[in-house]
Protein backbone atom coordinates (compact mmCIF):
# COMPACT_ATOMS: atom_id res chain seq x y z
CA UNK A 1 0.00 0.00 0.00
CA UNK A 2 2.99 2.52 0.98
CA UNK A 3 4.36 1.46 -2.39
CA UNK A 4 2.05 2.22 -4.35
CA UNK A 5 1.18 5.58 -3.18
CA UNK A 6 4.99 6.56 -3.31
CA UNK A 7 4.47 5.45 -7.12
CA UNK A 8 1.47 7.90 -7.30
CA UNK A 9 3.40 10.44 -5.53
CA UNK A 10 6.13 10.15 -7.89
CA UNK A 11 3.97 10.09 -11.12
CA UNK A 12 2.70 13.58 -9.89
CA UNK A 13 5.80 14.91 -9.40
CA UNK A 14 6.45 15.98 -12.70
CA UNK A 15 3.17 17.22 -13.33
CA UNK A 16 3.37 19.44 -10.23
CA UNK A 17 7.12 20.88 -11.30
CA UNK A 18 5.37 21.45 -14.77
CA UNK A 19 3.00 23.75 -13.36
CA UNK A 20 5.46 25.55 -10.44
CA UNK A 21 7.10 26.79 -13.70
CA UNK A 22 4.32 28.02 -16.19
CA UNK A 23 2.37 30.35 -13.18
CA UNK A 24 2.85 33.38 -16.60
CA UNK A 25 1.72 31.32 -19.23
CA UNK A 26 -1.30 30.22 -16.74
CA UNK A 27 -2.35 33.29 -16.00
CA UNK A 28 -1.98 34.69 -19.13
CA UNK A 29 -4.59 32.50 -20.60
CA UNK A 30 -7.15 33.50 -17.81
CA UNK A 31 -9.94 35.86 -19.87
CA UNK A 32 -11.18 39.29 -18.10
CA UNK A 33 -14.74 37.85 -16.61
CA UNK A 34 -16.94 40.23 -18.41
CA UNK A 35 -19.31 40.09 -15.15
CA UNK A 36 -16.62 42.18 -13.35
CA UNK A 37 -17.82 44.62 -15.29
CA UNK A 38 -20.67 44.29 -17.23
CA UNK A 39 -23.51 43.02 -14.65
CA UNK A 40 -25.89 41.75 -16.99
CA UNK A 41 -23.97 40.33 -20.14
CA UNK A 42 -25.65 41.07 -23.20
CA UNK A 43 -27.38 44.04 -21.60
CA UNK A 44 -25.75 46.57 -23.75
CA UNK A 45 -28.74 49.70 -22.54
CA UNK A 46 -27.97 49.52 -18.83
CA UNK A 47 -31.24 48.65 -18.10
CA UNK A 48 -30.80 45.40 -15.47
CA UNK A 49 -32.63 42.76 -18.04
CA UNK A 50 -31.54 41.60 -22.20
CA UNK A 51 -34.92 42.17 -23.82
CA UNK A 52 -35.80 42.85 -27.69
CA UNK A 53 -34.39 45.84 -27.14
CA UNK A 54 -31.16 44.53 -26.13
CA UNK A 55 -31.15 42.09 -29.14
CA UNK A 56 -32.27 44.58 -31.69
CA UNK A 57 -28.97 47.37 -30.26
CA UNK A 58 -26.31 44.26 -30.92
CA UNK A 59 -28.07 43.67 -34.71
CA UNK A 60 -28.14 47.29 -35.24
CA UNK A 61 -24.56 47.27 -34.41
CA UNK A 62 -23.69 43.95 -35.94
CA UNK A 63 -25.15 45.28 -39.52
CA UNK A 64 -23.83 48.28 -38.83
CA UNK A 65 -20.34 49.64 -41.17
CA UNK A 66 -16.64 50.05 -39.57
CA UNK A 67 -17.25 53.72 -39.14
CA UNK A 68 -20.40 53.30 -37.11
CA UNK A 69 -19.33 50.27 -35.03
CA UNK A 70 -16.24 52.72 -33.96
CA UNK A 71 -18.70 54.73 -32.34
CA UNK A 72 -20.14 52.17 -30.00
CA UNK A 73 -18.93 52.99 -25.97
CA UNK A 74 -16.33 50.21 -24.48
CA UNK A 75 -19.18 49.26 -22.41
CA UNK A 76 -21.72 48.51 -25.53
CA UNK A 77 -18.80 46.84 -26.88
CA UNK A 78 -17.75 44.06 -23.40
CA UNK A 79 -21.90 43.96 -22.65
CA UNK A 80 -22.31 42.89 -26.53
CA UNK A 81 -19.69 40.24 -27.05
CA UNK A 82 -21.15 37.91 -24.92
CA UNK A 83 -19.34 34.98 -25.79
CA UNK A 84 -15.90 37.30 -24.82
CA UNK A 85 -14.20 36.37 -28.33
CA UNK A 86 -12.85 39.82 -29.88
CA UNK A 87 -16.04 40.33 -31.76
CA UNK A 88 -19.56 40.96 -32.20
CA UNK A 89 -21.61 38.64 -34.49
CA UNK A 90 -24.24 36.26 -35.09
CA UNK A 91 -22.77 34.24 -32.35
CA UNK A 92 -23.57 37.08 -29.72
CA UNK A 93 -26.99 37.76 -30.90
CA UNK A 94 -27.98 34.05 -30.66
CA UNK A 95 -26.54 34.27 -27.16
CA UNK A 96 -29.00 37.51 -26.38
CA UNK A 97 -31.64 35.51 -27.63
CA UNK A 98 -31.12 32.69 -25.24
CA UNK A 99 -30.83 35.05 -22.63
CA UNK A 100 -33.99 36.63 -23.53
CA UNK A 101 -35.52 33.35 -23.56
CA UNK A 102 -33.66 32.27 -20.47
CA UNK A 103 -31.85 29.43 -22.68
CA1 LIG B 1 -31.30 45.79 -21.41
CA1 LIG C 1 -18.57 37.69 -29.63
Not at 34 to 57: A, C, R, S, Y
Request: charged share 25%; net charge negative.
Amino acid sequence: MKKSLILFLAALAPLCAWADEQPAAAAAEVKPDITTIVEVPGDVNKDGKVDIDDIVLIINHYLADEATQAEATAYFRLAANINQDKKIDIDDIVAAINIYLGK
